[in-house]
């Protein structure tokens, strides 16, 4: 599956953003949607995850509570709703499908190009 995320941009801290990732194919043979982020100079991290079923989410303690991820099985697109942008939030963000179960966090199969962000202060 080709994985294509989307909205990042240059705001300001408090202002909120909602990234998309548009998947190729009905996602159904997934298990686990997720987001990841990196930084510069530091090592991508797990940001949230979703199951296929959208039954069980799983969030970064940094981002509890801010972010919320979702999904259109629909449009086969995955989102971020990302609120209270802080500047450490700055990242370049990927979304990913994982086909098994297991751990939301790690052992992810297919990964989008990446979507930028950053948050001034």
């Known amino acids: 599956v080709q994985l294509q995320a989307s909205g990042g941009g240059l705001v300001q801290a408090g202002d909120s953003l909602r990234l998309s990732c548009a998947a190729s194919?009905?996602?159904?043979?997934?298990?686990?949607m997720g987001w990841f982020r990196q930084a510069p100079g530091k090592e991508r991290e797990f940001v949230a995850a979703?199951?296929?079923?959208?039954?069980?989410?799983h969030y970064a303690a940094s981002v509890k509570g801010r972010f919320f991820i979702f999904r259109d099985s629909a449009k086969n697109t995955l989102y971020l709703q990302m609120n209270s942008l802080k500047p450490e939030d700055t990242a370049v963000y990927y979304c990913?499908?994982?086909?098994?179960?297991?751990?939301?966090?790690?052992?992810?199969?297919?990964w989008g190009q990446g979507t930028q962000v950053t948050v001034s202060s």
């Open positions: 990913a499908s994982r086909r098994s179960s297991g751990s939301s966090r790690t052992g992810y199969d297919y």
């Open positions: 979703i199951t296929t079923t959208g039954s069980t989410k």
């Open positions: 194919r009905p996602t159904s043979s997934m298990y686990y």
